[in-house]
Structure formats: C-alpha cells, structure tokens
C-alpha cells in the first residue's frame, strides 16, 4: 500500500500577493482554475482561500453537456459559502455544443447574476485578447 504523502499548502504566500497586488492596482482579478471546490491538498480547496478574503466571484461557464448542472451548483456553493457570484461568462468550449441559444437562456434565467459576455469557441485559445468578448461595466469597472 501507497503512502499519502501529506502535502503543506501555506496560504500565507498567496495572501501577501493579494495584499501587494491590491496596495498597487485600482482592482484586482483573481483567476482560479479547475472549479469553485477544485483540490490543492488532500484536505483544502481553492475555495478555502478565496471566502476569508470575501472576494466577490465570476463564474466561467464552460458550455457543454451538463454544464447546467455544474454552473447552478457552483453558484449555490459560492452562496453557501458567504461569498457574492457578480457576474458569469459563457465560454463556448465546444463548436458543436447542441442547444447552446437555449443553454444561455436558461443560465440567464436561472443564475442570480449578469451575464458579462460570450466567448466563442475559439482553437488555440491560450494566448489571445478576450478582452473584446467581456463587458464589466456592470461591475463598475
């Protein structure tokens, strides 16, 4: 049988960042990756780090099969945990996806914030401006 080696994740690091960032910027973006619940240890999330600091969340929709599902959830365990969802971004991660008009509709409908833009499927996405596909004026950006 395997060990679990039990890895140390020290937030500090991250909270002096925000801290520095924050002293030197009008506003601050926070990107996470991987999900609201998304494991950096055995026994810590991304959002353990994020609800201490109260920041407020947009949520980034990458639309496909079940993405309905996966979007209402995350916006309930963002209000469960304290925090505000301000805005949502559809991402169009797959050309083809069936139902994509009715897809948006529903997540306009069903989560309790603005829709801050579409990104359209795009191949080799990685390094490109998307800036033209985001509105935050809403936000007071």
Same mark, same amino acid.
């Given at each position: ?20 960032? =924050? ?31 109260? *920041? ?50 529903? *997540? ?19 390094? =490109? ?13």
């Amino acid at each position: 049988m395997q060990r679990r080696r039990k890895i140390k994740v020290d937030f500090d690091l991250l909270d002096k960042g925000l801290q520095i960032v =924050r002293e030197k910027s009008e506003f601050t973006l926070v990107e996470g990756a991987g999900g609201w619940r998304v494991p950096v240890t055995m026994d810590l999330a991304l959002s353990d780090w994020v609800v201490p600091h109260k *920041l407020p969340v947009i949520l980034v929709v990458g639309v496909k099969l079940g993405c309905l599902n996966h979007a209402l959830l995350t916006a309930e365990a963002i209000g469960n945990d304290g925090l505000k969802l301000v805005g949502w971004v559809a991402n169009r991660v797959n050309p083809g996806a069936d139902h994509y008009a009715e897809i948006i509709e529903t *997540l306009e409908h069903k989560l309790d914030a603005p829709k801050l833009g579409e990104i359209p499927y795009m191949p080799g996405i990685k390094r =490109r401006d998307l800036s033209s596909y985001i509105d935050l004026s809403c936000l007071g950006l």
